[in-house]
């Protein structure tokens, strides 16, 4: 797998992080640096930590499923991608608060970090420096998720649902690129 695949799926995992912070930063009167920078840490371990764990599981199946490991990535990134896309339409308006208890924060980092363990598991199957995808996925995430309490702060509620839309469209890609160039479709 290239850098530029790696950060182009870290991207597309760090927009559930991103959407979470710009309501995070809605809910504040004024940017509060400290809560931002929690915010992006918690964000950023968890999107960092889920690979590895995912990288793990899959490694330890892949001999059984080299055959078909496209496939898999395909349809985990898919699956993924679609209940993003899907969020994305939903007007359905999330609790906010600026809160970074580390309750909190804990259960928001697992949930928008699960899509993360899928895309780990399929890291298994190709050649993956694991080190550099996590530190690249972690620094993205990071980086993204203080951007979004700064956006959520300025601008509100208008990037959310975007985010989360471009979020799906590239994993599905990812996923539909990585078929496309194992069935000798594709190649870039």
Not at 154 to 181: M, S, T, W
Request: proline share 1%; charged share 15%.
């Amino acid at each position: 797998m290239e850098l530029f695949e790696i950060i182009v799926i870290a991207i597309g995992l760090a927009m559930d992080a991103f959407a979470v912070s710009v309501c995070k930063g809605l809910s504040m009167k004024k940017i509060d640096w400290k809560k931002a920078i929690i915010i992006a840490v918690y964000f950023g371990a968890f999107q960092a930590l889920m690979p590895v764990l995912g990288y793990f599981l899959g490694s330890s199946f892949s001999a059984f499923v080299q055959k078909v490991d496209h496939w898999i990535a395909f349809i985990l990134l898919s699956i993924i991608g679609v209940n993003m896309i899907k969020e994305s339409t939903d007007d359905e308006v999330e609790k906010r608060n600026d809160n970074v208890d580390f309750k909190t924060m804990v259960v928001l980092a697992i949930a928008t970090s699960i899509d993360a363990l899928a895309v780990g598991v399929t890291f298994a199957f190709f050649e993956v420096n694991i080190l550099l995808a996590i530190s690249i996925i972690g620094m993205i995430t990071f980086i993204l998720s203080i951007l979004g309490v700064i956006i959520g702060n300025k601008f509100g509620d208008k990037f959310q649902n975007r985010a989360e839309l471009a979020g799906g469209i590239i994993l599905i890609i990812i996923g539909l690129k990585i078929l496309l160039e194992h069935l000798g479709i594709l190649i870039i």
